[in-house]
């Protein structure tokens, strides 16, 4: 069993920031890609930062400039700083993350966690 913990989400006013923290545990033997998603208010689902086992990165335009995206690579932790937050940054933020269980077969399957609120009133 895989589990992704999201934490970190809260209530804040525009221009302040917040830093998500996404823990996976259970049966892990390699973690590559891991990337953060969020969902607005009847919206749906969107991709915001990614980050390969290298260190690689990439942003949604909408963020460029005010998140950034780290990992822990022996932690299995990824993190998302927001700086700058905006009230149309309020969603739901996911934690995904390609993860490689058996020791036998060299294959990833995604991994989702169950969300944290982030609400950025104006």
């Known amino acids: 069993q895989v589990q992704l913990v999201e934490s970190g989400g809260s209530l804040v006013q525009a221009g302040e920031s917040l830093r998500l923290s996404c823990v996976a545990s259970?049966?892990?033997?390699?973690?590559?890609?891991m990337a953060w998603y969020r969902q607005g208010p009847g919206k749906e689902r969107e991709f915001v930062a990614g980050i390969t086992s290298g260190g690689g990165t990439n942003y949604a335009d909408s963020v460029k400039g005010r998140f950034t995206i780290s990992r822990d690579s022996a932690k299995y932790t990824v993190w998302l700083q927001m700086n700058s937050l905006k009230p149309e940054d309020t969603a739901v933020y996911f934690c995904?993350?390609?993860?490689?269980?058996?020791?036998?077969?060299?294959?990833?399957?995604?991994?989702w966690g169950q969300g944290t609120q982030v609400t950025v009133s104006s």
């Open positions: 259970g049966s892990i033997v390699d973690i590559n890609n």
């Open positions: 995904s993350a390609q993860i490689r269980v058996s020791s036998s077969v060299y294959s990833f399957s995604p991994f």
